[in-house]
């Protein structure tokens, strides 16, 4: 990479990566040995005081090291969860805070790669980080851009990702095209109708390019919570009525447990209190107790791990068992195609609909798209991929690096931005 390099960063809800360009080209650059993508995790070890990041944050929580594990914290942007703050190692810690230790990270990555200190940036961002609320849509924007201030960056400008992943894709076109942009992440569903072409590719401006762009707060990690209250929580009371038989138990902490930026909730103090209550009341009081060990020995990210690889194994095959715990014979859980598409399907459905409201906004019909170009790694789901191409029965169907080419594009942009 020549000396003036250009950064793009595409944080993602899963995965990070950093593309950079210079004046002749584009690449990833090695986040974890030789990964160029890192799992967007961080482990805060109580043994030796440090913090890991991506892959070795999840190695270090599995083997059962002493420390906080946190997974999936760009769902927290746009949420009162920004404002918070959680305890690590005895001392309160803003959430906003903890961003900054995943950037600090990249820039020291970036920057021991380049040999030299960056201040430009350009960030990938969602379409929508929240539906229907454009104040907070635009409070979690100004949040990011914050976090990546302290951090050393000066100059920071955004980018929608599904328009990264379009100038990521111009690159190969070899006539005009008008283009369909499915990026399924793991915190949302963003889409993008771009007109691309060999000529536009140089050009400054795009905007007129640009016919419409949309998204909705839909993506892998909901997936994977639906798929874990669908097939993994009944086995921990979940659906389960009361004592009396009157009504079911509460389901908030459930829900907590499913979802991966809401499982340290659990570990405040006062919930395992809670929990005792909803026991107290409980017919399957066997199912709670299941539940109540989870809680107390913290392994939440550990059935979310689990769903989350039983999710991708459902990509390809129509079932698969999971040990979700060596210890515990209940949680070795069975996982079926169907249970999973019959889980996520009001998910789907909202998709669509939203690439039918896209068409609309472009004023264009579903027969004029030329191409669709499939990234992010929740475009490999079955049913959600099948129900997006079924719109388009004619177009061609283009994927590149699912997980890339996001951050390949926003380091294109960085060049035409500050170059």
Not at 244 to 270: F, M, S, V
Request: aromatic share 8%.
């Amino acid at each position: 990479m020549a000396a003036a390099a250009y950064c793009g960063i595409d944080f993602g809800t899963s995965n990070t990566t950093v593309g950079l360009s210079d004046h002749a080209s584009a690449q990833l650059i090695p986040l974890e040995g030789e990964h160029r993508t890192l799992p967007s995790a961080m482990f805060f070890d109580f043994e030796d005081h440090g913090v890991q990041f991506g892959r070795g944050a999840i190695e270090r929580y599995l083997t059962g090291h002493d420390g906080r594990f946190m997974r999936a914290l760009k769902s927290i942007l746009g949420t009162a969860l920004i404002h918070e703050k959680t305890y690590i190692r005895q001392k309160a810690v803003p959430f906003a805070g903890i961003l900054g230790f995943f950037f600090a990270h990249l820039k020291t990555q970036i920057e021991t790669r380049l040999g030299q200190e960056i201040d430009q940036v350009v960030l990938g961002r969602p379409v929508r980080f929240v539906d229907k609320d454009d104040a907070a849509d635009a409070e979690a924007q100004a949040a990011l851009e914050q976090i990546a201030r302290e951090q050393g960056f000066r100059h920071i400008a955004f980018q929608y990702e599904p328009i990264a992943a379009a100038l990521d894709y111009e690159q190969q076109v070899t006539r005009e095209e008008l283009v369909l942009i499915v990026d399924i992440g793991g915190g949302t569903s963003d889409f993008s109708i771009v007109r691309v072409s060999p000529e536009r590719r140089s050009e400054a401006d795009r905007e007129g390019d640009i016919l419409a762009n949309g998204g909705i707060h839909i993506g892998g990690t909901d997936f994977d919570r639906l798929l874990s209250l669908k097939s993994v929580m009944p086995h921990l009371g979940y659906g389960s009525l009361t004592a009396d038989g009157k009504r079911n138990l509460p389901t908030l902490y459930y829900h907590e447990l499913a979802t991966w930026h809401r499982i340290n909730q659990l570990y405040k103090k006062g919930v395992i209190n809670e929990l005792r209550q909803i026991r107290y009341e409980a017919d399957r009081r066997d199912l709670v107790d299941r539940f109540i060990k989870v809680v107390e020995d913290h392994r939440g990210h550990t059935l979310a791990i689990g769903v989350e690889q039983a999710k991708i194994a459902l990509t390809a095959a129509k079932s698969t068992t999971a040990v979700l715990s060596e210890k515990d014979d209940w949680a070795r859980i069975k996982f079926t195609r169907k249970d999973f598409d019959r889980a996520i399907a009001d998910s789907v459905e909202r998709v669509v609909r939203t690439v039918t409201t896209l068409l609309d906004d472009a004023d264009v019909e579903a027969a004029a798209i030329n191409t669709i170009f499939l990234t992010g790694g929740s475009s490999m789901v079955p049913t959600l991929r099948e129900a997006i191409l079924a719109l388009f029965p004619h177009a061609r169907v283009a994927e590149t690096d699912l997980l890339g080419s996001v951050g390949l594009g926003l380091a294109l942009d960085a060049r035409r931005k500050f170059g």
